[in-house]
């Protein structure tokens, strides 16, 4: 069975300082990897995907994540944080080898960016 | 281009009750995701829609049920609503199952059961 796994519930860096957010994944196949954003009383927003290809992917508003087949896992990065990064953040995956192709999302990570 | 309506934004029933939700997908894509989001247990996905039928379903009871209209349009409802069915319902429009773009999410509707 898929699984996506944030270690952590919460991160805190300073502003312009770099961020990571990490996520491991499980699945039986290839998978369709995907970030999102949400910020209060929102709905999720997309960040970046990683499909195939290189293995750094490049995304919304600075965004960066780097794909790693052998560590399973699919880390959020930004070089230099803005306050304005603050918010909520899912790793989801989509197995493409399982019948339906259903996306499960991980649990979350908080960031706080201090000014 | 509009994007997910969800409607209503938030609601208040009564344990026992029953509730449906509406999600209108963004014009063209036929897939339309359920999720439910709660502080405990993240987003659990419900179940997909395309084309009229269900692709897959979630793990949850079968007081969970939708469907979706012929145009793409797609109701969820809860019957016989328990206090732990409070959570942000969440519905994610795409172009078709397995895509792989991502999903677009509607802003949700909050329900409260009291």
């Known amino acids: 069975a898929q699984s996506v796994a944030q270690p952590e519930d919460q991160v805190n860096v300073a502003e312009g300082n770099p961020l990571t957010v990490k996520c491991t994944y499980s699945?039986?196949?290839?998978?369709?990897l995907f970030w999102y954003v949400q910020y209060p009383n929102r709905g999720l927003q997309f960040l970046l995907k990683y499909i195939t290809g290189d293995n750094l992917v490049k995304g919304s508003y600075g965004f960066e994540a780097e794909f790693n087949k052998s560590q399973t896992s699919f880390h959020l990065k930004k070089p230099s944080a803005l306050v304005s990064d603050s918010a909520l953040y899912f790793c989801a995956v989509r197995d493409l080898n399982t019948g339906g192709f259903k996306t499960i999302f991980g649990a979350g990570t908080r960031l706080f960016v201090k000014a | 281009k509009a994007g997910v309506t969800q409607t209503p934004r938030y609601l208040i029933k009564t344990r026992g009750q029953q509730v449906t939700l509406s999600c209108s997908p963004i014009?063209?894509?036929?897939?339309v995701s359920w999720y439910q989001q709660t502080p405990g247990q993240g987003l659990q996905f419900l179940f997909e829609y395309f084309s009229e039928t269900q692709r897959n379903k979630g793990n949850f009871p079968g007081r969970f049920s939708g469907r979706q209209f012929s145009n793409s349009r797609s109701e969820m409802n809860v019957s016989t609503l328990e206090l732990g069915d409070s959570a942000l319902y969440l519905c994610?429009?795409?172009?078709?199952?397995?895509?792989?773009?991502?999903?677009?999410f509607g802003s949700g509707t909050r329900l409260t059961v009291v």
């Open positions: 014009s063209g894509h036929r897939s």
């Open positions: 699945v039986s196949g290839n998978p369709y």
């Open positions: 994610a429009s795409s172009l078709e199952v397995g895509s792989s773009n991502g999903y677009t």
